[in-house]
């Protein structure tokens, strides 16, 4: 009696490991298969430190630059704020957040595993960030530190009422006029659209040193006027703002709204 009891245990026991071992084959051959990763991808242990590797594949969408690296023990998908970046590029980013299982609306797409990096770190194998993070050949810099176009050669009449200020007031008034609402008046030479859910517009008005890197204003707005168009744009001047990902700015005015 005593030994046929033993025996039903024994055998459910036996039963159940059975159970629990195919279940568990089962979560392992689905986690394999999710999201339909290539063979190589690796996970991100990198995200603890620089990753580093060429880019295989790329895209852009809502304000981020999508990168799949291969790090050369493995694949790994990046994710940055939206910079320059093509195949065959060798790339060193900054460590930061992994995500599983992310579903990118924009893309309509599930990333099994994604790190979200700071963006490119100094040193060898970083490549600078473009639209409005990098310093690109021949460009010069703001008194702020971030690029600039070009000097154009431009004249615009200083905007009317109050708030008004021409775009090298704006500069040598930085320090008072820091949170504060602004008035400029002047000529789009550049348009960076939807970075970071924003359009980035650069004014000139033909004032301000080319020297100092005073003649150039970066302006972020929900509309998005046309290069050569003379706008005047009204908003809130901020200071050393910085954004990440090399998006540094010593003046620049947001929320601002443009009118021709």
Not at 19 to 28: K, N, S, T
Not at 59 to 85: I, Q
Request: charged share 20%; hydrophobic share 40%; aromatic share 4%.
């Amino acid at each position: 009696m005593k030994r046929g009891i033993v025996f039903r245990l024994v055998q459910g026991m036996m039963v159940l490991v059975l159970v629990l071992a195919g279940a568990a084959c089962q979560r392992q051959e689905a986690a394999s298969s999710k999201g339909g990763a290539g063979q190589g991808e690796a996970a991100a242990p990198a995200a603890a430190g620089l990753i580093r590797g060429t880019v295989v594949e790329t895209m852009n969408s809502g304000g981020y630059t999508y990168l799949r690296l291969d790090t050369g023990t493995g694949k790994v998908w990046v994710a940055v704020r939206e910079m320059k970046a093509a195949v065959g590029d060798r790339l060193t980013l900054k460590p930061g957040t992994v995500m599983h299982d992310f579903q990118s609306r924009t893309l309509n797409r599930t990333f099994p595993e994604i790190v979200f990096s700071e963006g490119p770190a100094d040193g060898p194998g970083a490549t600078a960030p473009a639209p409005e993070a990098g310093m690109g050949s021949g460009t010069k810099a703001s008194a702020g530190g971030h690029p600039l176009t070009p000097r154009a050669d431009v004249h615009v009449l200083k905007a009317e009422g109050e708030h008004a200020y021409t775009v090298a007031e704006i500069h040598a008034g930085r320090d008072r006029l820091a949170g504060k609402k602004v008035r400029v008046r002047g000529q789009v030479v550049k348009v960076s659209p939807n970075i970071m859910g924003r359009n980035w517009i650069h004014l000139q008005d033909g004032t301000g040193d080319e020297t100092a890197g005073t003649y150039d204003l970066t302006v972020t707005s929900a509309d998005l006027p046309a290069k050569g168009e003379v706008v005047t744009v009204e908003g809130t001047l901020a200071v050393d703002k910085d954004f990440g990902a090399g998006y540094r700015y010593g003046v620049i005015v947001e929320g601002a709204k443009v009118t021709r």
